[in-house]
């Protein structure tokens, strides 16, 4: 087949005007085009009064040779590449060992499900709780009941992911489209078929929930083995091979080989790994805070007269600002139509993230506003030293939002003013158990607050009343993606810990739901071939 890409119609086009175009384009005739298959679709909104679709498609014709050589010099015009997914080895019936994947976010999901399905039957140790039972410990502590530790935003089956928009899209270079055997998955486990197509796919906290529920159930029926409430504690090491290791439960297990997928939140085992030798290095992060405006205004200044047009749903932004002071600022993990949740995973510690469902449909839009931060400059001196900033961070949200997990909170136009609030506008906080109206000048170094203050106005020019003063500012934003890096080298293991593959966001090798599951493939594959003494 041919892909066929850029090719551009109008946001309300007829039905019949996207085999109109493909004709045109290729420059044949209706007898010659034997299908059309949908590969993507996305939209061009900068102008928002001539909204364009924008179509990927595959397409079966006539004389398919001849119309290449014809198209030879346009991109746009090239074969459909082969995403079918290979699995590079199968298990023997007498494996004698059995690999760990510890952690079950997404990028322990994936990597346990691919070598469950290519037979090697993994043992998978998650610290937190199964998906629902871990969903009622985070809602309850939403609605002020106590903190679990181990049972949060960050900790648990799915991962931080599983309390976001679900989003399905990255940047990721991904050249083996392992990116579609992400997609091809979570369909299978009851994802809306329509992750396939869309330029930004999203599935929402309460879909995730089953799917995640229905891959558990996946690994396991293919003789893989989870273990909830299992957090490992030490590693066993010989000369810097893994043996073993040790649990929370007081158990020991053997293992040669083990993926380390445990999440960018995962500190005291940081800590662990750092005592016992594994080489980490500090990497940048971003802190900030949540920004919430009405979802309708930002519809409005995206879409104009197409708000609410069931193609384009609720807006999102992605913006950017480079400040005279050197910083970078930038929007992260936007919410359309969604909430600002508490993310804590540590007794007396206050953090945020946004959070939507399937449908976008709450008043709020919410988005991350974060300052880029780097080691070299913020928090030099050692490898865990990001760490001790956003404990300390977050320990300050705790203190000036009252102690009792409520998160300092500032209007817009106050904190532009650099004046603390007192009352709320029209924009009402979505993040519970609660907010303190406050001064968030009290909460990041003064190097956030100016760069924070310089790039509001700047996205006011992109998204006219980005910085209305009802707007609200809550805090603290501090858990954007690790702080650290748990370097490997081009085998996937540790560069100084064989048999352990650091993997996924908390080793620093992923940014979200897709490039985790993207990862856990990557590293799942080098498992199994170094299992079997074959390298990639």
């Not at 004698?96 to 322990?108: A, E, H, T, Y």
């Not at 530790?149 to 599983?162: C, D, I, K, L, M």
């Not at 000369?239 to 380390?260: D, K, M, N, P, W």
């Not at 993997?503 to 493939?521: K, L």
């Amino acid at each position: 087949m041919l892909r066929l890409t850029e090719l551009r119609l109008p946001l309300n086009h007829a039905e019949d005007a996207l085999e109109k175009a493909v004709l045109d384009k290729l420059k044949i005739s209706a007898d010659k085009l034997l299908s059309i298959e949908l590969f993507k679709r996305g939209y061009d909104a900068r102008n928002n009064k001539d909204i364009q679709l924008i179509y990927t498609l595959d397409v079966e014709v006539k004389e398919q040779a001849q119309l290449l050589n014809q198209f030879a010099q346009d991109q746009h015009v090239r074969i459909t590449p082969d995403m079918t997914y290979q699995f590079v080895a199968q298990a023997p019936p007498n494996l004698p060992s059995r690999p760990v994947v510890i952690g079950l976010g997404p990028c322990g999901l994936f990597a346990a499900l691919i070598l469950a399905q290519m037979g090697f039957k993994p043992i998978v140790l998650e610290r937190g709780k199964a998906v629902r039972e871990r969903t009622k410990d985070t809602f309850g502590f939403w609605r002020k009941q106590p903190l679990n530790p181990e049972s949060n935003v960050q900790f648990g089956e799915g991962g931080a992911g599983t309390f976001s928009d679900g989003k399905l899209y990255s940047q990721v270079k991904d050249r083996k489209h392992y990116g579609r055997k992400v997609l091809h998955e979570f369909v299978a486990a009851g994802a809306p078929d329509e992750i396939m197509y869309v330029s930004k796919p999203h599935i929402g906290t309460f879909k995730l929930v089953n799917m995640v529920e229905k891959m558990r159930a996946t690994i396991i029926a293919l003789g893989g083995e989870i273990r909830f409430s299992t957090r490992v504690e030490k590693l066993e090491l010989v000369e810097g091979q893994l043996q073993g290791l040790h649990l929370s439960t007081g158990e020991y297990l053997a293992a040669t080989h083990a993926i380390l997928a445990i999440g960018h939140s995962a500190r005291d085992t940081f800590e662990s790994l750092y005592s016992q030798g594994v080489y980490i290095e500090a990497k940048p992060f971003s802190i900030g805070f949540r920004i919430e405006h009405e979802q309708s205004m930002i519809d409005s200044c995206r879409f104009g007269d197409n708000v609410g047009n069931p193609i384009l749903g609720s807006a999102d932004y992605k913006l950017v600002h480079h400040c005279h002071n050197g910083r970078t600022v930038y929007s992260f993990c936007m919410c359309p139509g969604g909430t600002v949740v508490a993310a804590a995973s540590e007794e007396g510690r206050v953090v945020t993230n946004g959070m939507s469902q399937y449908s976008r449909h709450e008043r709020n839009a919410n988005s991350a506003i974060v300052v880029g931060i780097t080691p070299e400059q913020d928090f030099p001196g050692h490898p865990l030293a990001g760490i001790a900033l956003q404990r300390k961070l977050e320990e300050l949200a705790f203190k000036v939002g009252g102690e009792n997990y409520h998160a300092p909170a500032q209007l817009i136009g106050d904190f532009l003013a650099g004046k603390a609030s007192s009352e709320f506008g029209e924009v009402k906080p979505s993040y519970t158990p609660g907010v303190t109206l406050t001064d968030l000048s009290k909460v990041v170094p003064e190097y956030v607050i100016q760069a924070i203050q310089e790039a509001i106005p700047a996205f006011d020019r992109q998204i006219k009343g980005f910085a209305k003063r009802d707007g609200l500012l809550t805090g603290v934003e501090t858990r954007t993606s690790s702080p650290i890096c748990i370097k490997r080298g081009s085998d996937y293991q540790s560069v100084n810990t064989k048999g352990l593959y650091p993997a996924g966001e908390g080793a620093g090798y992923a940014g979200g739901i897709w490039s985790a599951g993207i990862d856990g493939i990557r590293v799942a594959e080098a498992v199994a071939l170094d299992m079997l003494g074959r390298v990639s």
